[in-house]
C-alpha cells in the first residue's frame, strides 16, 4: 500500500489533469471542455509546431531578427530532420501568410506535379489498376524547397543560410527522438527494402527508440548546399543531378526535366463567413474548401443550444461532412486541368440546396454531389503523415504552414547520399479514364494537406490547422465550431474530443452506401454513442487518426499572441 504521502499525489495528479479549463467568453454550457494546460499568451512573438525543439528554433530566428516567415522555414527545416515519418525537402508545402504591411492574406501552393515521361496508358499496360502507395511510380516533384525560396523572396528578411543553420546543426550534431515520433517511426521498417531508406533512416537496421541521439549528416549536407546555392541547386544543379541519376537506376519516371520546371503558384485564399468570422482557405488541388461547404451548412443551425459533443451535435457534424465530401469527390482537382466552380461550392445559396439533404434525426446511407455540370474529378483518400505550424512576429506578420511527405516517410525511396525520402502523392491520382483527377504529366494531384486562416473585421484572428489526411477539413470544422459556438480558448479547443468520419463517396468513384464510419473518442459520452447508432451511424472505435493541431490566435484589444498546442502530438506552443 502507498504511503500517505504518495497517495496524496496521486489524488492531486488526478486533479490536475481532469479540472475544467477557464472558458474564453461564454458559460460552461459548453459542456465537458477540458484542457490539457492554460494558453500561452506573449506579446513579441509565438510559435507553435508539434515538436518543441523546432518552436525553439522558431523563436531563437524571432529572436535574432527574423520574421515569422523567416522562423516558419526554419521550423519546417527541423522538422523535416525531427519527424520525417511526416514531411521534409521530399515533400510538398502549402501556407496562408498575414503581411501586416499590406494587411491582406497571401496563399502559396507550392506542392509538385507528376513526371513528364510516366503517362496512364503505360501504367494501365503494367497491371496497375490504380495507383501504387510507395516505390518509384507515386513519386511527385519535391515543391518543399521552392516553397520555402518563394516564401522567403517575398517576405523574409534574414538571408536563408542563417534560416536553415539550426536544421543543419541539429542533422550533424543529432537529437534525441521524440516519443510518438519514435512510435511512428517504428513502422519505416515496412520500408526497409527500398533503396537508400535503410541507411538513412534505420541506423544498425533499426529505428531509433524515444531518447535515442539521431543523426543524419547526409541531410546537413543537403541543407548546407540549398542555404549556399540557393532553390536552382535542388531543381537545376548538382542535387537535381543526385536525383535524376538515382531515379534512373530505381524505376522512377522524374528527370531533370520534371525539376527545372517546376514552379510554386502564388494563389488567392478563398473564404466563407461563419457567424461573423471569415475563415479562409486555399483553393483546390487541396480540400480546404470543404471546411467552408460544411460552415454554410451549419451555419443555419443553433449548434450551441444541442450542447457541444451531444448526440445532436455529432449529428448534425457529421451530416454536413458526408454531404460536403460528397462534392469533393467530384469535383476537386487541379485547376490547371479542369474547371472547379469554387465560388459555386462555398456560396450560401448552394449550401441552402445541399442542406436540404441533412435529416436531423436520421444517418444519410447514401448522397450525391450537386449537380454543377463539371466532369467528375478527385483522388483516392486515405490517411496522411504530415506535420503543421504556425509562427507570429512582433510585427503582426502571422504564418500558417503545412507539409508533408503524404504516407509515412512517403515513397520509401531515398536519393544516394542526400538524407531524405521522396513523397508518394501520386498515389492520389485516379487512373480512371475521363476523371479530371486521372494520372497525366505534368499534373498536380488531389492534395489533402490545408493550412487555415480566420480574421474578424478584416484583421488577423487566428492562424491554425489540423493535419491528417481527410480528417483536415473535419478538424477545421470541429476546432472553430468549439471557438465561436462554444466559447472554448484555443487550449480547450484543440483538446476537446473529436470525432472522424470516414466511407463518404471517394473521388475514385466508390459510393457511399452503408453511411461510412463514425469514430469517437474515448471522452464522448457512452449514451451520445449509444444514441448515434439508434440514429443509424455506425460508431466505429479508433484510438488514431483524429488529427494533430497548433494554433495563435491574435488578441487585438491587448495587442498580445495567444498560443495553444494539442496533447495528441510531442508538440509545443510558445512565445516570448
Request: proline fraction near 5%; aromatic fraction near 10%.
Amino acid at each position: 500500500m502507498p504511503a500517505p504521502g504518495m497517495m496524496l499525489g496521486l489524488v492531486v495528479l488526478t486533479v490536475v489533469v481532469l479540472m475544467p479549463a477557464r472558458a474564453c467568453g461564454g458559460d460552461r454550457i459548453t459542456g465537458r471542455a477540458f484542457a490539457t494546460r492554460s494558453e500561452v499568451i506573449a506579446r513579441h512573438g509565438m510559435a507553435a509546431t508539434s515538436q518543441p525543439l523546432a518552436t525553439q528554433i522558431a523563436l531563437d530566428i524571432l529572436k535574432r531578427g527574423g520574421n515569422a516567415v523567416d522562423a516558419a522555414i526554419a521550423a519546417n527545416a527541423a522538422l523535416g530532420l525531427m519527424e520525417p515519418t511526416g514531411n521534409g525537402v521530399g515533400g510538398d508545402l502549402f501556407a496562408i501568410v498575414w503581411d501586416a504591411k499590406t494587411q491582406r492574406l497571401y496563399g502559396l501552393n507550392a506542392s509538385g506535379r507528376s513526371p513528364f515521361d510516366l503517362t496512364r496508358e503505360w501504367l494501365i499496360e503494367q497491371g496497375h489498376e490504380q495507383m501504387p502507395n510507395f516505390g518509384p511510380l507515386p513519386i511527385t516533384v519535391p515543391g518543399c524547397v521552392d516553397g520555402w525560396f518563394e516564401l522567403h523572396e517575398r517576405f523574409g528578411q534574414l538571408p536563408m543560410k542563417d534560416v536553415l543553420a539550426p536544421a543543419i546543426r541539429y542533422a550533424r550534431e543529432g537529437f534525441p527522438v521524440s516519443e510518438l515520433i519514435a512510435y511512428y517511426w517504428s513502422f519505416g521498417r515496412r520500408l526497409k527494402d527500398y533503396p537508400g531508406f535503410a541507411d538513412t533512416f534505420l541506423p544498425d537496421g533499426s529505428a531509433p527508440a524515444k531518447g535515442e541521439i539521431f543523426k543524419n549528416p547526409a541531410l546537413a549536407g543537403t541543407l548546407e548546399k540549398i542555404a549556399v546555392g540557393g532553390r536552382d541547386v535542388f531543381y537545376k544543379g548538382k542535387l537535381a543531378d543526385v536525383m535524376d541519376a538515382f531515379c534512373r537506376r530505381v524505376g522512377c519516371f522524374i528527370r531533370k526535366r520534371d525539376f527545372a520546371e517546376h514552379a510554386s503558384t502564388w494563389v488567392e485564399p478563398v473564404s466563407t463567413n461563419y457567424r461573423d468570422y471569415d475563415v479562409w482557405e486555399l483553393p483546390p488541388n487541396g480540400q480546404g474548401i470543404a471546411a467552408l461547404q460544411m460552415l454554410n451548412i451549419l451555419e443555419a443551425y443553433d449548434l450551441r443550444s444541442m450542447g457541444h459533443n451531444s448526440a445532436a451535435y455529432l449529428h448534425h457534424l457529421t451530416e454536413a461532412k458526408k454531404i460536403a465530401y460528397e462534392d469533393r469527390a467530384r469535383y476537386y482537382a487541379d485547376p490547371d486541368f479542369v474547371s472547379v466552380p469554387i465560388d459555386k461550392l462555398i456560396s450560401k445559396e448552394y449550401a441552402a440546396e445541399r442542406r436540404k439533404l441533412l435529416d436531423p434525426q436520421r444517418a444519410a446511407r447514401r448522397l450525391s454531389a450537386g449537380d454543377l455540370n463539371v466532369t467528375r474529378a478527385g483522388a483516392k483518400l486515405r490517411e496522411g503523415d504530415t506535420i503543421y505550424l504556425t509562427v507570429a512576429d512582433k510585427d503582426r506578420n502571422m504564418v500558417s504552414l503545412i507539409q508533408s511527405n503524404y504516407r509515412g516517410f512517403g515513397s520509401g525511396l531515398c536519393p544516394d547520399g542526400l538524407g531524405f525520402c521522396f513523397q508518394d502523392r501520386g498515389a492520389l491520382f485516379a487512373l480512371e479514364e475521363g476523371h479530371p483527377n486521372v494520372y497525366e504529366p505534368h499534373k498536380r494531384p488531389f492534395h489533402t494537406i490545408i493550412p487555415a486562416f480566420v480574421t474578424k473585421d478584416g484583421k488577423p484572428f487566428l492562424s491554425f490547422g489540423v493535419m491528417g489526411g481527410d480528417m483536415q477539413p473535419q478538424g477545421h470544422v470541429q476546432v472553430l465550431c468549439n471557438i465561436i459556438d462554444f466559447g472554448m480558448n484555443l487550449q480547450e479547443a484543440g483538446d476537446a474530443a473529436r470525432f472522424h468520419h470516414t466511407g463518404s463517396s471517394e473521388p475514385t468513384g466508390e459510393i457511399m452506401t452503408d453511411g461510412g464510419r463514425l469514430a469517437l473518442e474515448s471522452a464522448v459520452d457512452a449514451e451520445v454513442r449509444r444514441a448515434l447508432a439508434r440514429m443509424g451511424h455506425r460508431i466505429h472505435f479508433a484510438t488514431g487518426g483524429f488529427g494533430g493541431y497548433q494554433a495563435i490566435g491574435y488578441d487585438a484589444e491587448n495587442d498580445v499572441y495567444i498560443g495553444a498546442s494539442e496533447s495528441r502530438k510531442d508538440g509545443q506552443a510558445a512565445g516570448y
